[in-house]
């Protein structure tokens, strides 16, 4: 599993968000409304999400059933809208579920 690197401009500058792309990426087909928990890969330290057609998903990095949010959880344990780059250090599941169908693509990196 490749490291997260960022990419110098010619200049010699860090372009923010310009990482290489990741040897272990996986594809995540969600049913409307069905919670997928998925086993992270060994050694990933971080992920970077993208969803297809712009669609909006929720994440929690748990083993657990998660929904999506029909009232107030002000509890601290709801999952969150359309991530795009997380920590995954000490984790080992992330859960996903969208309220359409659609694909979540998920790049680690060490």
Do not use: H
Request: one cysteine or more.
């Amino acid at each position: 599993m490749l490291k997260v690197t960022q990419m110098p401009d010619g200049l010699g500058n860090w372009m923010p968000g310009a990482l290489q792309q990741s040897d272990t990426i996986y594809a995540v087909v969600l049913v409307a409304g069905t919670s997928q928990q998925i086993p992270l890969p060994a050694g990933a330290n971080a992920i970077v999400f993208a969803a297809s057609g712009g669609s909006d998903f929720y994440m929690l990095l748990a083993n657990s059933v998660i929904a999506v949010p029909v009232a107030n959880n002000v509890a601290g344990t709801a999952p969150e809208l359309n991530p795009l780059v997380r920590s995954c250090t000490g984790k080992t599941y992330v859960s996903l579920i969208s309220p359409v169908s659609c694909v979540i693509t998920m790049a680690f990196y060490s």
